[in-house]
């Protein structure tokens, strides 16, 4: 009788050691105390942060615009890969105008070879950019070795000449209307070659080393309104300027120059924008009825701007999404 209670007790004994030992190992294999890297079955697992968005900036896409006139055209160059997007006519020409002035500056900064400028030519220059100034224009003009006689063979100036050779151009020539055609303004470029020259001067090539900064500088600074107009200058601080988010300009400065004129021989307004960033250069070029304002061209400008900036203000980022369960 006795030996069978002490092998009834001992049978108990056993089966109740391991009623506890089974919870306390499953606690340990489902905690991960056990050793396993991801077999278990109760831990969750939290959802990734979402990544954050790229900053916005300005790249190829669609562009529509309601435009009334005899031509309109534009291009877009990504600085860091050099593709060049636009309108299919971004290689027909139109008259630069005042734009061409940052390259005047710039093709007589890079001569002086290290040489400092007078201050009157300094001067000269900085208002050639900030206001449009064509008096100042052409005094730089001169000194960089441009005349307005017009050369055989069709040849632009020597400054113009050297635009095309320094920056790759291959659109640009001089003026096609034979009054004008050794005029600096009259000077034919293309959406395209606007785009390539705006790099030229952000890269370098064409102020030099000791004078790129100062250039940008001047043409981040430019001023005016589209209304503070006169004889031989004006504001130019408009175009694909307004067209930028603030988003866009506090990444760094943006570097502009405008060129316009009413011209009485095609009853036209010629409007140019150029706007240039360590990352994209934008030109936009248009000729439009006279009947219509300044302002009709430069909103015409910031619209194209406006419709390429990336991603769209207000856009939703899609993040792909990982499963939120058990491991």
Aim: net charge positive.
């Amino acid at each position: 009788m006795r030996s069978r209670v002490t092998m009834v007790l001992a049978v108990a004994a056993v089966l109740l050691g391991s009623a506890l030992i089974v919870p306390t190992a499953y606690a340990r294999l489902s905690s991960g105390d056990g050793g396993s890297s991801g077999g278990g079955g109760g831990a969750s697992v939290a959802a990734p942060a979402p990544t954050p968005p790229p900053p916005p900036t300005l790249a190829a896409g669609p562009v529509s615009v309601d435009f009334d006139g005899e031509f309109f055209s534009w291009a877009l160059m990504d600085r860091k890969t050099g593709k060049i997007s636009g309108a299919k006519n971004m290689a027909s020409t139109s008259s630069t105008e005042s734009m061409i002035k940052a390259w005047i500056v710039s093709d007589y900064l890079r001569q002086l070879d290290g040489k400092k400028p007078p201050a009157d030519m300094l001067k000269a220059a900085s208002l050639a950019i900030r206001d449009s100034n064509d008096d100042a224009a052409n005094k730089v003009y001169y000194a960089a070795g441009g005349s307005y006689r017009i050369l055989p063979n069709s040849q632009p100036s020597p400054v113009i000449q050297r635009a095309i050779k320094i920056c790759g151009l291959t659109d640009t020539s001089r003026g096609n209307v034979a009054k004008y055609q050794g005029y600096w303004s009259f000077t034919r470029m293309s959406p395209r070659d606007a785009v390539r020259l705006g790099d030229c001067i952000a890269d370098g090539k064409a102020a030099g080393p000791q004078w790129t900064k100062w250039v940008l500088n001047e043409m981040s600074k430019v001023r005016g309104s589209v209304s503070d107009q006169h004889d031989t200058y004006g504001g130019g601080k408009w175009g694909i300027v307004d067209g930028l988010p603030a988003s866009i300009k506090a990444q760094g400065p943006v570097s502009i120059k405008n060129g316009w004129t009413q011209l009485a021989y095609d009853g036209n307004w010629h409007v140019n924008c150029l706007a240039v960033t360590d990352k994209w250069s934008l030109a936009v070029m248009l000729r439009y009825p006279a009947k219509s304002p300044l302002s009709y061209g430069a909103k015409t400008c910031a619209s194209v701007a406006t419709q390429l900036v990336t991603p769209q203000p207000g856009a939703v980022l899609k993040v792909p999404q990982q499963p939120v369960g058990k491991l």
